[in-house]
């Protein structure tokens, strides 16, 4: 009998033993399949590491190319290129000779040599000359202005007149280049009384926006925030990026005239009702004003011719102040007039023009235009 209980013992330990064993069995089970679970985990979330990894350095590169073109736009719409120079002195210069203005007022830019008197393009682009002459004796002069080895305008000055007064030419073309579609101004060649009127000063003036790349968290800690910190601001450089492309293919220009000679009075509001062109819509050939659209630098030239034995006189007005004044008159020969004046104006200025203390008879081409040189960015 003690043999037989020791046996049913033992056959009850094995089986508490077996089951133990089913037990740690089905426990080693669970957690092979949590182990699974995890490396499964593991791997989605590596998958997605890598998927926010590819997407960081497209954006990265998305941002480098929209930086690299928002330079080359700002090293356009910043550029300046400008110079101006003069004789100083009385020179006499043999026929075709090449005439070098050794003094140099301003040379933004450094283009202009006052050694061989040559100005060489740094850049592509659309540039506006303007060359004036005056005799100082008996001789007339006459100036050509050359790109290269090709003449494209030519100004003559007559002699001195018996008032002492110089008659200086100056030319004025205003066209459209057909490349960029860019309008710069026009000259034309006539002859002009310089009553000694001095130039506008201009500021320039450019805006700036220091914009800096945030910083970027680790690579693996918080991936979502890089994206999306990379994200808005790609979204800051694409509207900023169009905004410096609207400004540099914004087209405002005009140009008008009288449609026949006109009579204007002393002090008169002078409205010239023969509009030529109006690129922007911005002047009015019902008021004579050309209402600013937006804020940047204009360039305006204004140029009138006397009729019939009178002299005739215009203010270019900003608003209430005259920037420039211009005058003309008739003495057996008609005689032509210019004034430009380049001003930074704000959105809703008005440039009119104002007839002066002198009334007269203004011939048909008196003209009236201007355009925008640089928007405000």
Not at 53 to 67: A, C, I, K, P, W
Not at 110 to 136: M, Q
Not at 159 to 186: C, F, K, Y
Request: proline letters at 3%; hydrophobic letters at 30%.
């Amino acid at each position: 009998m003690n043999v037989t209980y020791q046996l049913n013992q033992y056959h009850r330990d094995n089986m508490n033993l077996t089951d133990q064993l089913n037990q740690y069995h089905r426990d080693n089970m669970n957690l092979t399949d949590q182990l699974n679970q995890y490396h499964r985990d593991n791997m989605n979330l590596t998958d997605q590491l890598n998927q926010y990894h590819r997407h960081n350095m497209n954006l990265t590169d998305h941002v480098q190319r929209l930086e690299t073109r928002l330079n080359q736009y700002h090293d356009s719409a910043t550029r300046r290129v400008s110079f101006q120079a003069f004789l100083g002195s009385n020179s006499t210069f043999p026929y075709t000779h090449r005439m070098i203005l050794n003094n140099v007022t301003g040379n933004d830019g450094g283009a202009y040599s006052p050694t061989t008197g040559e100005f060489t393009v740094p850049v592509d682009g659309t540039y506006v000359f303007l060359v004036s002459t005056g005799a100082s004796d008996d001789d007339g002069v006459g100036v050509y202005l050359m790109v290269d080895s090709t003449d494209v305008c030519f100004t003559h000055t007559p002699p001195e007149t018996d008032s002492g007064v110089l008659t200086v030419t100056q030319s004025r073309v205003a066209v459209q280049d057909h490349v960029t579609g860019t309008w710069h101004v026009q000259l034309t060649c006539g002859l002009f009384t310089d009553l000694g009127e001095p130039p506008v000063d201009v500021v320039w003036k450019y805006h700036k926006d220091n914009m800096n790349l945030p910083d970027q968290p680790s690579q693996y800690q918080q991936p979502v925030i890089g994206i999306k910190n990379l994200t808005d601001y790609v979204q800051r450089l694409e509207t900023r990026l169009n905004q410096y492309h609207d400004s540099a293919t914004r087209r405002v220009s005009f140009q008008a005239r009288f449609k026949a000679g006109t009579v204007v009075d002393v002090g008169q509001h002078v409205i010239l009702d023969d509009v030529i062109g109006n690129d922007g819509g911005a002047y009015s050939p019902t008021s004579g004003e050309f209402t600013v659209p937006v804020d940047g630098t204009y360039v305006f030239m204004v140029s009138t011719g006397a009729y019939a034995d009178t002299g005739v006189g215009l203010y270019l007005m900003v608003n209430s102040t005259n920037v420039c004044f211009t005058y003309s008159s008739y003495a057996g020969h008609m005689q032509m007039s210019t004034c430009h004046t380049a001003q930074h104006l704000t959105k809703g200025q008005r440039v009119w023009l104002k007839s002066n203390s002198i009334a007269g008879h203004f011939g048909w081409y008196t003209y009236f235009s201007g355009f925008l040189a640089i928007p405000d960015q």
